[in-house]
C-alpha cells in the first residue's frame, strides 16, 4: 500500500495515539513478533512477499479474487559465454599509463574508451519465470478479516480472509529439501474451493501443455540465447473436480488444494522437463503436511541461529505497512528493526544456498524481462554487500555460492589479465553474470576498474577466518586468492615521482572528479581505493600462504610490494584522500565512499592501530553526508557499518532510521531506487557491526550501542577465530557475555577500554560478567 500524503498523516496520527512507551503483551507480541503483515493484497509488485529456497522464489500478491504469484529461478538467464576483450587493449596499456602520469585525464579516457573498453554484443539478463495465475469464483466476495503475512519464524506466506460465512486460506513456500513451491488452498466449508489455474510469461513467446492435473510451460528464453527452461504445476485436491479447459485448469467444488510448481533450466545442463519431472512427482508423493514440516525444519536450522530482541512498543500490534508510515513520520519502533534485521537473514536464507547461484541485485525477486541493471552481478560493491552478513549473523554456508562463483570466475579472470593488460593471475572489472565474463565494456567511469575479483578475493579469506576450515582454504580460497593477489602484484607500476607502486588506469568507483584545467575526469593513476583493496588483499594472502605453509618467495615477493605501495593519504583539509591528487569534487555527495574501504569492509583503519586515519575518516564520511551522500539505499547500508566501525552509536542509528524512512519499501525491500536487495542486506551487516565487532583482532562487544536500544539482546552471532556470542545489556551497559568457543583459539574480547583475554577449549561455552570477569560454569 502506498499512502496518499494526507493518508499518510491521518494513519500516523493514529499509530502515534496507540503506540505509547514499552509495554509487553506477551501474547500479542508472540503472534507478530517476526511476521511482516498486511490487512489488504499487495496492489504491486513492490508490496508483494517473496518466498525462495535459494534457487526458486516467487512473489505472493494475495489477491482475493485473483492471485498473482510471480515466479523466479535463479538461472533464468538470456546470453551466453562471450569473450569482447578489446584487442588493442595490451598495446594502449602504456600509453594510457603516460598520458595519466602526464595530467593529461581528458584525453587517456579517451584512449581508454575506444581501445580497452570491450564490445559487449550479447545481451544478457535475468527475467522473470513467469507467473501462477489463481482466479476464483464468486465466493470470495466481501470479504472481511483480510490477512496477509510473511511468518520469518517459518518461512511461509499466508493470506486468510472470511467471505459468505466460509474462511479461506492460502500458504506458499518454497522448499528446499523437496525443490518445489507448495501452495495450499484451503476453505472451512465443504466443496467450497473453486478456482481456475494457470501459468504465464511475458512475451508471449513460452508455449504450455495442459493435461489432466498438470500444465508444462516451456521456452528458449532471450529469443533463443539464453537457457531453456521448464516450469510444471501440479494440482492435488481433497473433494470436487477438475476439468482442463483452454489452457488452464478449472478446479470446482473442492474442500482443498494443493499445488506443486517445479521449474528447471538447462543452465548446468540436462533437460529442463525431465529434472522438473523428476522434481515434481517426488514432492507429489509427500502428503502436503509432511512437505511443510520438512521445509520447516530445514529453514528454522539456520533461521533459529540468532536471536534479537531491542525492546517492544505498542506498534507490534499494527500492519508492517502502517508500522513504517509511522516511522517515516518519526514514530520509534525498535521491534521493526528487529524485523528488518530477520528479514535480511531470511532473505539471504531464501536467495543463496549451497550449490547454487550467488545472490544477484534483487537477490532471486524479479520481475519482467529487463530488471534494472539487468539484476546482475555488480562487483564494485553490490555483491560483496549482499555477503556481509553472512558469517558475522551465522549463516556461513549461505556465503557458499558467492565463494564458488569466485572459483568458476577464474578460467575467464586469467584470460582477461593476459589479453586486456599482458599481467598474470586473474582480474575482474564492475560486473559479471552467470555465464562468468571478466572483460569491460561501457564508459572508463565505471568500467575502468580492475579490482573486481580482488576485493571479492576478501570473502574467501574471511570465511576462513570464521572457520578456520584448512581443507577449505587449500582447496577453494588459496587457490583463488593467490591468482588475484599474482595479478595485483604484476599491476601496479611505479609512480615517476614518487616511487611508490600505484595502481592504473583505475578509478574511484563511478565518481568523478575535476582537473586542474576544469574538466571532469574519473581515470587516474592512484586511486585511494585500488591500494586499500590490494593492501588488504597481500596481507590476507600472506596470511593464508602462512597459515597453509606454502609460496614463501611468492609472499616476500608481497611483502616487497607491500612495503612500496603507495599510503593512504589524508588532505589538507583533514579527509581521506580519495586520488592521489587533491581535485576539486564535482559530486562531494556521492554513492560511493570508495576511500573508505580500509575502515569498512576492510581493516586498515581502526582505532587502535591508527587514530589519525579513523579521525580522518570520520571527516569524510561528514562530509560526504553534509553533501547528500547516502541517497541510495546501499550506499546508507554501507554508512551505518562505517559509523559502526567509528563506534559511534548515535550516527550509525540515524543513518539506520534514514534507510528504514526513505530507502525501504512497504515489504521491506530496499531501494536503491527501485528496488535493489544489497541494502537489506548491508544493513543487515551493520546492525551486528553496532552490537559486536571482531576485525581488529578482539570480539569487541557493544562498540556502538545507541540510546534508543538500552535494554536487549542478542544471541548467536559469530566472531572471526569462531565466537558464537550471546550478549545481553541493560540500561545501556554490557549485563553478561556467553561465548561459545567453536575452534578452540584464545579469546580477547573487548567492552569500552577494559580488554580481557582467556584460552578456551573446542566446543566450550565461558560466560562473562558485565565486567568481563569469566565466572566459573
Ligand atoms: C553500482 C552503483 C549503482 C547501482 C549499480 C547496480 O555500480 O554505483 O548505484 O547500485 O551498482
Redesign the pocket.
Known sequence: MYLSPKGTKQLVALVLYFITATHSHAQTQQQNNLKLWYNQPASEWNEALPVGNGRLGAMVFGGIANERIQLNEETVWTGKPANFVNPQARAALPEVRALLFAGKYAEAQKVAKEKMMGDKTVWSTYQTLGDLQLDFDTLHQNTRDYKRELDLENAIAKVSYRANNINFSREIFSSAPDQAIAVRLTADKPEALSFSVNLSRPGNKATFEVAKDEIIMREHVGDGVGVKLATRLKVKLEGGTIKVSGGKIYINKATAATLLLAAATDYRGGDPASISGKQLSDASAKAYEILKQVHINDYQQYFKRVDLDLGTTDAVYFPTDTRLAAMQAGNIDPQLVKLYYQFGRYLLISSSRPGGLPAN?QGIWADGLTP??SA?Y?I???IQMNYWPAEVTNLSEMHLPFLQFLDALRPDARKTAMDMYGVKGTVAH??TDPWLFTETYGEPQ?AMWPMGMAWSAQHLWEHYLFTEDKAYLKELAYPVIKEAAEFCVDWLVEHPETKQLVSGPSIS??NTFKTPGGEVATMVMGPTMDHMIIRDLLRNTIEASQALKKDASFRRKMQNVLSKLAPTQIGSDGRIMEWTEEFEEPEPGH??ISHLYGLHPGREITKQKNPELLEAARKTLDYRLSHGGGH?G??RAWIINFFARLQDGEAAYDNLLALLRKSTLPNLFDI?PPF?I?GNFGATAGITEMLMQSHAGEVHVLPALPKNWQNGYIHGIVARGGFEVDLNWKDGKLEGVKILSKLGNTCQIRYGEKVVNFKTERGKSYVLNSHLELQKN
Open positions: 541485485l534494472p541493471w546482475d555488480h564494485n560493491i553490490n564492475f560486473t565505471w568507483p563511478e554513492r560511493h541510495t546501499w550506499s536503491h535493489q544489497d
